[in-house]
């Protein structure tokens, strides 16, 4: 029996890698001229850059052990900083306001402290869910700044269910702690973050990758459900007994004839942010400061920052650093375009992380057109009556786009083991 696999990123090669292990017969096709999806990377001179940030907190016992085995990894305590209005507070944020001046702790704790009142289970959206935990002058200040640059929306226009344990709550004893001074505590949601030793996040998956049979440059336009065919951008047709699809649920529905209105809305209707990776490498080694680090000021292009060579120092020749920005856009929005934003993020970070023009050696600048689903109101609904088109026409869609959801690598990872359940 024959599986045609859509995509070699975590999901695909999960995917294949488990059907080949129990005697079946996949092949991958990727658009792309390497493997990895949004866990792959690209080097430039010697600096390593993964496509975003990228660690593993891998919490399956079978996936962590998988990980392990593939590539020996470094164990990183979560460690990261917020940059707010010139002030640099340990995150989370509200547990770590001893930096801020008098006048803005009193207002936040106060706000805090008057917070409104309700029980979860009435909260509406996301803006009414960050008043309740954190108060009105931090949620305006913070998380509500944060929401426009990472998800390209406001608060109040996402639903709560995808928050699960990504944001810390606090306790009053917690927040007034950290207002005096900064607290030792880890309150991220993961007490680790792994990363691979050598060779870039996509690490994680080389043992399940080698041997498997991968056909690169292999972009999918069309499937034709009765025929059971898939046709490619270079003119070739593939047969299938099988498919597997981890490509974008919008793209899969541009590639099926004769599709419902009512799928097409529904498509039509999913959202998700699309980004810039700004890639910096240096002549110094000492540029990189902080793993990883959030930014709240909207007049400065990037919602994250990270430092590769401080992931893996693989990831940077000797005796230098190097940085990569993300700028994520709603992909329903304006993007600006690439050499504005180029500009304004190196400026931005000059002044941010002190280096200069001439310690720059490396500076690159690439687009991302699928980053993270946006949970609208409206998503739950949609992402079913897409996904079960898609099953009725043989599509097995799983992955990270393929279940349209705030999929983790080692869920992607998961998302492929259970193709064939
Ligand atoms: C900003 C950001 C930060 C992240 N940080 C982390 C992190 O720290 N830790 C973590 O575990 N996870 C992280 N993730 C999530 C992680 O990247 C994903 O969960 C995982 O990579 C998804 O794998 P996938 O195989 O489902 O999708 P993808 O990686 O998107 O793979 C899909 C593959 O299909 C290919 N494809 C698409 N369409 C076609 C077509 N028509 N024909 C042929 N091939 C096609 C694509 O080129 C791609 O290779 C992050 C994601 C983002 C966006």
């Given at each position: 029996m024959k599986t045609v696999v859509i995509g070699s990123g975590a999901a695909g090669i999960s995917a294949a890698y488990h059907l080949k292990k129990k005697g079946g017969n996949p092949v991958v096709f990727e658009?792309?001229?390497?493997?990895?999806?949004?866990c792959g990377n690209f080097t430039i001179d010697g600096f390593r850059f993964d496509r975003f940030v990228h660690f593993t907190f891998a919490d399956d016992p079978y996936i962590a052990d998988l990980f392990a085995k593939s590539s020996p990894l470094y164990a990183h305590p979560p460690v990261s900083y917020n940059y707010w209005r010139g002030y640099w507070l340990k995150h989370p944020a509200q547990n770590n306001?001893?930096?801020?001046?008098v006048e803005e702790k009193v207002k936040i704790i106060d706000s805090f402290v008057n917070r409104p009142k309700k029980d979860v289970s009435e909260i509406k959206n996301y803006a009414e869910w960050l008043r309740v935990q954190y108060g009105d002058y931090f949620a305006e200040n913070f998380p509500f700044a944060y929401t426009r640059k990472?998800?390209?929306?406001?608060?109040?226009?996402l639903e709560t269910k995808w928050v699960g344990n990504r944001l810390h709550v606090s306790p009053l004893p917690e927040v007034l702690r950290g207002a005096f001074e900064e607290q030792k505590e880890n309150f991220y949601y993961t007490k680790f973050m792994n990363y691979p030793?050598?060779?870039?996040?996509?690490s994680i998956l080389d043992d399940c990758r080698k041997g498997l049979d991968i056909r690169f440059n292999k972009r999918a336009v069309k499937i034709d459900p009765a025929a059971k065919k898939v046709f490619f951008e270079d003119e070739t047709t593939e047969s299938y007994d099988e498919l597997i699809s981890t490509a974008p649920l919008p793209e899969v529905v541009k590639m099926?004839?004769?599709?419902p209105a009512e799928v097409k809305k529904a498509a039509e209707n999913l959202h998700w942010t699309c980004g810039y990776q700004v890639s910096l490498g240096f002549n110094?080694?000492?540029?990189?400061?902080?793993?990883w680090f959030y930014i709240?000021?909207?007049?400065?292009?990037?919602a994250r920052v990270y430092s590769p060579n401080l992931k893996?120092?693989?990831?940077?020749?000797?005796g230098c650093s190097s940085l990569q920005a993300e700028i994520f856009f709603a992909n329903d929005a304006a993007i600006p375009d690439k050499a504005e934003i180029l500009e304004k993020t190196v400026e931005k970070l000059k002044h941010l992380?002190?280096?200069?023009?001439?310690?720059?050696?490396v500076k690159d600048i690439r687009f991302e057109k699928y980053g993270n689903i946006i949970f609208t109101p409206d998503i739950y609904e949609n992402r079913k009556i897409v996904r079960d088109f898609l099953t009725a026409n043989g599509v097995n869609s799983v992955g990270r786009f393929g279940e349209w959801d705030y999929y983790w690598s080692h869920q992607a990872f998961k998302s492929g083991i259970n193709a064939d359940k």
């Amino acid at each position: 029996m024959k599986t045609v696999v859509i995509g070699s990123g975590a999901a695909g090669i999960s995917a294949a890698y488990h059907l080949k292990k129990k005697g079946g017969n996949p092949v991958v096709f990727e658009q792309d001229a390497d493997w990895g999806g949004l866990c792959g990377n690209f080097t430039i001179d010697g600096f390593r850059f993964d496509r975003f940030v990228h660690f593993t907190f891998a919490d399956d016992p079978y996936i962590a052990d998988l990980f392990a085995k593939s590539s020996p990894l470094y164990a990183h305590p979560p460690v990261s900083y917020n940059y707010w209005r010139g002030y640099w507070l340990k995150h989370p944020a509200q547990n770590n306001l001893a930096p801020l001046p008098v006048e803005e702790k009193v207002k936040i704790i106060d706000s805090f402290v008057n917070r409104p009142k309700k029980d979860v289970s009435e909260i509406k959206n996301y803006a009414e869910w960050l008043r309740v935990q954190y108060g009105d002058y931090f949620a305006e200040n913070f998380p509500f700044a944060y929401t426009r640059k990472y998800w390209g929306k406001e608060a109040a226009e996402l639903e709560t269910k995808w928050v699960g344990n990504r944001l810390h709550v606090s306790p009053l004893p917690e927040v007034l702690r950290g207002a005096f001074e900064e607290q030792k505590e880890n309150f991220y949601y993961t007490k680790f973050m792994n990363y691979p030793k050598k060779g870039g996040f996509r690490s994680i998956l080389d043992d399940c990758r080698k041997g498997l049979d991968i056909r690169f440059n292999k972009r999918a336009v069309k499937i034709d459900p009765a025929a059971k065919k898939v046709f490619f951008e270079d003119e070739t047709t593939e047969s299938y007994d099988e498919l597997i699809s981890t490509a974008p649920l919008p793209e899969v529905v541009k590639m099926l004839d004769n599709v419902p209105a009512e799928v097409k809305k529904a498509a039509e209707n999913l959202h998700w942010t699309c980004g810039y990776q700004v890639s910096l490498g240096f002549n110094r080694h000492d540029v990189a400061k902080h793993l990883w680090f959030y930014i709240y000021d909207e007049d400065v292009p990037p919602a994250r920052v990270y430092s590769p060579n401080l992931k893996s120092p693989d990831n940077a020749p000797d005796g230098c650093s190097s940085l990569q920005a993300e700028i994520f856009f709603a992909n329903d929005a304006a993007i600006p375009d690439k050499a504005e934003i180029l500009e304004k993020t190196v400026e931005k970070l000059k002044h941010l992380c002190g280096f200069d023009d001439k310690d720059i050696v490396v500076k690159d600048i690439r687009f991302e057109k699928y980053g993270n689903i946006i949970f609208t109101p409206d998503i739950y609904e949609n992402r079913k009556i897409v996904r079960d088109f898609l099953t009725a026409n043989g599509v097995n869609s799983v992955g990270r786009f393929g279940e349209w959801d705030y999929y983790w690598s080692h869920q992607a990872f998961k998302s492929g083991i259970n193709a064939d359940k």
